[in-house]
């Protein structure tokens, strides 16, 4: 596989710098991509470079992915309007921990000569003093080069502290110390990073080689990758809650998959592409059986399937869609009886649940008074209005359509204790205690 071939056909390639292509194809080459630890948890904009690394390993050559302990401590003001708050350094290890495990669910870690590698730019920070710093890099890269990068000019009105007008000159640090100490010859990463990346270059071309010609083997590469955004301009990657993140524990697996699922059609040749290791020919097809029935949410289906099993599991994959069919789906009766005891917390998260005690069902006579007085009026504010929807056919009682407002309450509680009441589109979980 030609990595940059197969950037160029999926979208994925916005920069690079001369002599990439030549590079990547002579040799293995090792490169790398910086993640900053001022969350727990990556999101699904980081998976944009994360695919960048995936597709690099791809083609045989070693991804380095760089968790910066140190550079994580001032954050990088690219794109950001106003300095961010500084972590405690128990926060930052936490989060390191966190997104290195998030990581081995992309990378091979154990694959011989091009497995992956995790570092952490606090170990050889952590032994350079202020002053040996400034000797080290500081007097390789003019004030002038520094002010010309975008993520300080966007800066300057506003206000940019000596802290963080530092941080590309950390960042080309970093690159330079793997280019010494674990030969690595690219930096990657979102079109933002450009100007972080490029100064990497620019030290590691002075201090190896000074200002005269650089020699092929002290040559160091850049390439950048489209930030990901809708077809409307907008930033990709948030949902009305906020981040789509790669952790169940703060976007469940349904959460995820329904992100995707509902992706617009004029946003999914870009997303198939970027997120997805389908093939060329694999895309294509979905793409023409997608125009020629739009309605049945193809392309969707496909890249809700290939990115939450990678992030979540086949496990975690299988439940989103149960939980889709549950919720909204064509689910029945049987697969409410398939959900198992430890599934209805995820599958019913989010949907408005009350509890209905022993004497509450004891005082029900038929299913007006369920909906009703057992539900203290949470499902239906009056026993009018719940015989009005039962009669126009508006209720499902475990998926199950209920017209007769003297039906019998239902002796059949899924698990033992759940009755899923569906009004409409919406529904209600009531759990017998």
């Keep these: ?3 940059i071939e197969e950037l160029r056909w999926r979208g994925m390639l916005h920069d690079m710098t001369p002599g990439t292509d030549e590079q990547l194809t002579s040799q293995m080459t090792a490169g790398y991509i910086g993640f900053d630890p001022t969350a727990a948890s990556l999101h699904i904009g980081n998976l944009a470079t994360i695919m960048l690394l995936v597709h690099l390993q791809r083609a045989g050559h070693k991804p380095y992915a760089l968790v910066g ?23 930052l290890r936490h989060n390191q921990e966190a997104i290195r495990l998030q990581l081995t669910k992309f990378l091979d870690f154990e694959s011989g000569a091009n497995s992956a590698e995790m570092v952490n730019n606090y170990d ?32 300057l009105e506003t206000g940019i502290s000596f802290t963080e007008f530092s ?23 979102g079109s933002d990073q450009w100007g972080n990346i490029t100064t990497g270059t620019e030290l590691i071309r002075r201090k190896e ?20 955004t809708k077809a409307d301009g907008t930033k990709f990657g948030k949902s009305e809650s906020g981040n789509v993140w790669l952790d169940p524990a703060l976007t469940s697996p349904y959460q995820f998959y329904q992100f995707w699922l509902n992706a617009a059609d004029a946003d999914c040749a870009r997303l198939i592409r970027v997120f997805t290791l389908l093939s060329r020919e694999e895309i294509e097809e979905t793409e023409r059986l997608h125009t020629e ?22 496990a975690g994959y299988e439940l989103a869609v149960k939980a889709s069919e549950v919720l909204f789906g064509k689910a029945t009766l049987e697969t409410l009886r ?35 007085v057992a539900s203290r009026g949470e499902v239906y504010a009056s026993k009018g209005e719940a ?47």
Excluded at 70 to 88: N, Q
Excluded at 169 to 187: A, E, I, P, T
Excluded at 406 to 425: A, C, D
């Design 1 to 3: 596989m030609n990595f």
């Design 69 to 91: 302990g140190a550079t994580g401590m001032i954050g990088d003001p690219s794109g950001k309007a106003a300095e961010r708050e500084f972590l405690s350094e128990e926060t």
């Design 124 to 155: 050889w920070f952590k032994e350079i003093s202020f002053l040996g710093f400034l000797r080290e890099a500081g007097k390789h890269i003019s004030v002038n080069y520094m002010m010309a990068k975008d993520s300080v000019k966007k800066r």
């Design 167 to 189: 941080y590309q000159l950390l960042q080309g640090y970093d690159f330079y110390w793997l280019y010494k100490n674990k030969n690595v010859r690219l930096q990657m990463g």
């Design 209 to 228: 080689a000074g200002e005269s010609p650089v020699r092929e083997e002290h040559q160091a590469f850049a390439l950048t990758t489209p930030l990901v």
């Design 293 to 314: 029935a739009p309605h049945l949410r193809l392309l969707q289906k496909a890249i809700a399937k290939d990115v939450t099993i990678r992030v979540h599991s086949e």
């Design 338 to 372: 398939s959900i198992q005891i430890d599934e209805f917390g995820v599958i019913f998260e989010g949907v408005p649940q009350t509890d209905v005690s022993a004497d509450e069902l004891a005082a029900c006579k038929d299913i007006t008074d369920l909906l009703s």
């Design 387 to 433: 015989r009005r929807a039962l009669v126009q056919n508006a209720v499902s009682i475990n998926k199950e359509k209920v017209a007769d407002p003297t039906t019998p309450v239902p002796s059949e509680w899924l698990q033992g204790r759940y009755i899923l009441v569906s009004k409409g589109k919406k529904n209600h979980l009531l759990k017998k205690v």
